[in-house]
């Protein structure tokens, strides 16, 4: 009996887990949208000085438990994009990305650039 209470416990949790899979953390609080277009995200700087920056922009992806999938390029980019449009702009440039497990993560997926608002 006591089996059966503990398998129904875990498959409960692993189930409840399964729809918040991630965390995401930014230096960026705002989540209103001011900016509603595109979002570029550049690992390098774009050429010249066509544009404005506007602020740093960092993001974290981690994972809440040791059975869900690592954090991808693409949730941390969804993510800039995100954070990007809540201070209006409509690029990130010199994103840097870094991954690993943590002392509070099974896995997470960090990156950091310069929210910009381009001329153009």
Known sequence: MK????AVAVASSLFLTG???YRTSS????????????????EGSLPGKNYTE????E????KLTVFH??????LVNEALIAKARSIGANAVINVEYSSGVGLTT???MDAEGVGVKTKN
Do not use: R
């Not at 089996?3 to 503990?6: A, E, Q």
């Not at 230096?27 to 550049?42: A, C, D, K, R």
């Not at 993001?59 to 981690?62: C, L, R, T």
């Open 3 to 6: 089996k059966v209470v503990l």
């Open 19 to 21: 729809c918040a899979s």
């Open 27 to 42: 230096n960026i609080n705002n989540t209103e949208q001011s900016f509603s277009g595109p979002v570029v995200i550049i």
């Open 54 to 57: 506007i602020s740093p922009i």
């Open 59 to 62: 993001v974290s992806i981690k």
């Open 69 to 74: 999938k690592d954090p991808t390029k693409e």
């Open 106 to 108: 099974w896995g997470y």
